[in-house]
């Protein structure tokens, strides 16, 4: 522990005596005094002069709420959130997302915060999603997939941030750094320093030990669905060399030649391989009566156009209902507007005319989606990949792969 704060000294050395995991936590946390408010920054936490002003409890709260900030690098994770939204971030939202999570927390845990302050529960509640309980809102919901819910929807969003308002909040969190292989190793470092640091709570019966292991916060998925989608797109994209019967393989040209050297029987003909001379192409199939959100399907979009550009691929666009009403081949003028094309939506789904639309197209990959809930007929010739929005379970389709993608 780096300590640089004389504001700050009495609440860390009774943070020791009254929550275990959080001493052994604020041990790996930078901590100094500042101008402004109290705030983390990377991996330091700065008290700000309001600080000292405060009760010892509320100021032992506070730096419980910042450590925990550190500790479950919500600065580094908020970095990777704005990296994927782009101009759509929010930071605001996200802050409330982190705050909400972590104060509900270290109220369970029998700590002051001073007040008023977010807490998960509510902001659930206020945005129409609310939970069972203060624990199962700390066992079902993630930071970053609270925020991705609050960014799906202007309504919600705004709704959020007018709550925020009653409730004082404000933005307390620095932006990380975007995510590295050394910025991946100290998430590591944290996430085995967090579990040692419950355990010892746990056994000490006091804090957040006692809480650690419903806290979905400690476990988000690691993953984005895009960096999945990417993969995917990008195998199925790759030129492989194929069989050819117009030029021989090198084996078979040596064979032929000691045939004749030997005046033994000419072998079989074996043909070479060359490349794919097509430009590979990608048939994307939108399901405009699903439940899939605006800012899904323009992560969709973004991540398939980046896709395109890297391969050199051509993309198709098929809108379909129970039949396909709208086709456009995106190059590239055509993808800048495509964020806020108007589609006909409602009325039922069938798969069978946007499959056919798509096989005839020889795409290297059909990509559809979708909520999976149609007839699916006859599979076509291209490999399929079925992106489906939401948590809820699905059957599984008859043919191709599902990648969920969402909240997620």
């Known amino acids: 522990m780096t300590v640089h704060s004389?504001?700050?000294?009495?609440?860390?050395?009774?943070?020791?005596?009254?929550?275990?995991?959080?001493?052994?936590?604020?041990?790996?946390?930078?901590?100094?005094?500042?101008?402004?408010?109290?705030?983390?920054?990377?991996?330091?936490?700065?008290?700000g002069p309001g600080?000292?002003?405060?009760?010892?409890?509320?100021?032992?709260?506070?730096?419980?709420?910042?450590?925990?900030?550190?500790?479950?690098?919500?600065?580094?994770?908020?970095?990777?959130?704005?990296?994927?939204?782009?101009?759509?971030?929010?930071?605001?939202?996200?802050?409330?997302a982190a705050d909400g999570i972590i104060n509900e927390t270290l109220l369970l845990a029998g700590h002051a915060l001073p007040r008023p302050a977010v807490t998960v529960s509510e902001l659930l509640s206020e945005i129409g999603r609310p939970a069972k309980s203060a624990v199962a809102a700390l066992a079902d919901w993630d930071a970053d997939r609270l925020a991705m819910l609050l960014h799906s929807d202007p309504k919600l969003a705004e709704k959020a941030r007018d709550w925020g308002v009653t409730r004082g909040f404000a933005q307390d969190l620095s932006l990380g750094e975007p995510d590295d292989e050394g910025e991946r190793q100290q998430t590591a470092d944290w996430r085995n320093q967090l579990l040692r640091a419950l355990e010892a709570g746990r056994k000490a019966g006091t804090g957040i030990g006692r809480l650690g292991a419903i806290l979905a916060d400690m476990a988000p998925v690691g993953t984005p669905w895009e960096v999945h989608l990417?993969?995917?797109?990008?195998?199925?994209?790759?030129?492989?060399?194929?069989?050819?019967?117009?030029?021989?393989?090198?084996r078979w040209a040596a064979m032929l030649a000691e045939a004749g050297a030997r005046g033994t029987p000419e072998p079989a003909y074996i043909p070479g391989q060359s490349?794919?001379?097509?430009?590979?192409?990608?048939?994307?199939?939108?399901?405009?009566?699903?439940?899939?959100?605006?800012?899904?399907?323009?992560?969709?979009?973004?991540?398939?156009?980046?896709?395109?550009?890297?391969?050199?691929?051509?993309?198709?666009?098929?809108?379909?209902?129970?039949?396909?009403?709208?086709?456009?081949?995106?190059?590239?003028?055509?993808?800048?507007?495509?964020?806020?094309?108007?589609?006909?939506?409602?009325?039922?789904?069938?798969?069978?005319?946007?499959?056919?639309?798509?096989?005839?197209?020889?795409?290297?990959?059909?990509v559809i989606?979708?909520?999976?809930?149609?007839?699916?007929?006859?599979?076509?010739?291209?490999?399929?990949?079925?992106?489906?929005?939401?948590?809820q379970p699905v059957e599984p389709p008859p043919f191709g792969r599902v990648l969920r993608i969402g909240e997620d």
Do not use: K, N
């Open 275 to 366: 490349r794919q001379s097509d430009r590979p192409r990608i048939a994307i199939c939108l399901d405009t009566s699903s439940s899939i959100d605006p800012l899904t399907l323009s992560l969709f979009l973004a991540e398939a156009e980046g896709i395109v550009r890297r391969t050199g691929a051509e993309a198709h666009l098929l809108a379909f209902d129970e039949d396909v009403h709208e086709t456009r081949r995106l190059d590239s003028a055509a993808w800048m507007g495509l964020r806020d094309l108007v589609l006909r939506t409602g009325g039922g789904t069938d798969f069978v005319p946007a499959l056919a639309a798509a096989g005839r197209l020889s795409p290297s990959i059909a």
């Open 369 to 391: 989606l979708t909520d999976l809930d149609a007839p699916f007929g006859p599979p076509p010739a291209c490999p399929v990949l079925w992106a489906v929005p939401g948590r």
């Open 230 to 250: 990417r993969g995917l797109l990008a195998r199925a994209l790759i030129d492989r060399p194929r069989p050819s019967h117009r030029r021989p393989a090198g």
């Open 6 to 47: 004389a504001r700050a000294a009495r609440a860390l050395a009774h943070l020791g005596e009254v929550d275990p995991a959080l001493a052994v936590l604020a041990l790996w946390c930078g901590h100094r005094d500042g101008e402004g408010a109290t705030r983390t920054m990377g991996d330091t936490v700065v008290y």
């Open 51 to 96: 600080f000292a002003s405060l009760g010892l409890p509320e100021q032992v709260g506070l730096a419980a709420h910042h450590v925990l900030h550190v500790a479950l690098r919500h600065a580094t994770r908020q970095a990777a959130l704005a990296e994927r939204l782009g101009e759509r971030f929010d930071a605001s939202l996200y802050g409330l």
